[in-house]
Each structure stands twice: as structure tokens, then as C-alpha cells.
């Protein structure tokens, strides 16, 4: 991202997109593979959830540093992961394979992966100048988190 952005030689815009696109598929596809053959569990869910995290704080970080989004995005996208983890990892032993269910969280990750998406195609579009609408983007995305994480301090884990 960083070398695309500032115009490295051979780092074409539409490549990172096409990156980003393969990446997103994938963990589209683990998920409902996972579940197709039956063998979804607490632990391979976590992971999965940190692997998207890890994903989408570090893009974030990097579209951050280039002054694409403030830097308050990728750290509430961390705040908001260490609570669903910490809640999971308090939550009763009988959850079974599943994690505690959280849809306003779920929806907050796949906003996550979209705005990492906006950002690549924002670079790709206009990798000149950082596209306007893609601050305003990040700051959408975390006052949606501030809100999905003040709203999981006052929920019981269960």
C-alpha cells in the first residue's frame, strides 16, 4: 500500500485492489468451509477473528501513516478486538464451537474490510492525492466502533 501509494515503480494501483479483493474472498471462503465440512471451533474462530484484525489495524495503520485516515481508526479497530476476544475468553466454557454472537461487532469487521477495500480503490482511482471522502470514510467507521464498544461495556458476556 505504502509503495503504491507513493508511486513506486512497477506497484500499479490495480494490483494492490486485486490484492485486497483475493484476500477478502479468502476469508470469505475459510468461514463457510470451515462450517460446510464441520469442523468450526471456538479456537480456529478466534484465530480466524485475530487474523482479520491483524489484517485490517495493520492496513489501516499504513493508509494512517500516509494521512489517508486518522490514526484513531486502526487503534479502535484494536480497542474493539481485545474487547471481543476478552469477552469470549471470560464467556462460560459452553459456548461450544461457536463464539459469543455479536452482529453489531461482525458488521463492524466487515465495515473494517470495506474501508481497507475503499482505501485500496481510492489509491487505485487517485493515487496522486488522498481522496477526501476516504477521511471521512475512516471517521464514519470509528464513531461506529466507539459505539459498538461503549455498548459491549454495559452488556453482561452472558
Known amino acids: 500500500m505504502v509503495e503504491t501509494y507513493r508511486g513506486a515503480a512497477g506497484s500499479p494501483g490495480a494490483v494492490l485492489f ?14 463457510y468451509l470451515a462450517r460446510r465440512s ?28 500516509l494521512g489517508l485516515v486518522g490514526y484513531w481508526v486502526p487503534l479502535g479497530i484494536a480497542a474493539l478486538a481485545a474487547q471481543f476476544l476478552y469477552r469470549n475468553s471470560t464467556a462460560q466454557a459452553d459456548t461450544g464451537p461457536q463464539l459469543l454472537e455479536d452482529l453489531p461487532g461482525k458488521a463492524a469487521g466487515v465495515i473494517y474490510y470495506l474501508l481497507v477495500g475503499a482505501v485500496s480503490l481510492g489509491i487505485w482511482l487517485d ?14 467507521v470509528f464513531v461506529y466502533t466507539a459505539l459498538v464498544f461503549a455498548r459491549n461495556l454495559r452488556r453482561p458476556t452472558r
Open 18 to 31: 486485486a490484492l485486497y479483493v483475493v484476500t477478502a474472498a479468502s476469508d470469505l471462503a475459510d468461514g
Open 127 to 140: 493515487g496522486d492525492r488522498a481522496p477526501v471522502w476516504l477521511d471521512w470514510a475512516g471517521n464514519a
Open 38 to 65: 464441520g469442523a468450526p471451533s471456538a479456537r480456529w474462530a478466534r484465530l480466524d477473528a485475530l487474523a482479520d484484525v491483524l489484517f485490517n489495524t495493520t492496513a489501516l495503520l499504513a493508509a494512517a501513516w
